[in-house]
Nanobody, 120 residues
């Protein structure tokens, strides 16, 4: 069974920083793209950042220059460094990964979510 386990959320003041982590565990063949999404109260879930297994990245316009996504393939782990946080970044952040459980059988998996609250 594949699991994505997140950590690193919390309460931070505006302008502060956090580092979110997400590790994939279980039995699988390969981890493809990994990413972070977020959902604020009353809003739809949105893509924050995504990284391919080759290291190509893309970001939502609202976080460019402030957030950095990275991964360690050997550890099946993805990170999101979030800097210069704003109150509008407050949301539950979800890890997502496209994982090949076996050759040719790829599915999207989600973490349980970690709360990030930006407030003074």
């Amino acid at each position: 069974q594949v699991q994505l386990v997140e950590s690193g959320g919390g309460l931070v003041q505006p302008g502060g920083s956090l580092r979110l982590s997400c590790a994939a565990s279980g039995r699988f063949f390969r981890v493809n793209a990994m990413g972070w999404y977020r959902q604020a109260p009353g809003k739809e879930r949105e893509l924050v950042a995504r990284i391919t297994s080759g290291g190509d990245t893309n970001y939502a316009d609202s976080v460019k220059g402030r957030f950095t996504i990275s991964r360690i393939n050997a550890a099946n782990t993805v990170y999101l460094q979030v800097n210069s946080l704003k109150p509008e970044d407050t949301a539950v952040y979800y890890c997502n990964a496209n994982i090949a459980v076996r050759w040719g059988d790829e599915n999207d998996f989600w973490g349980q979510g970690t709360q990030v609250t930006v407030s003074s």
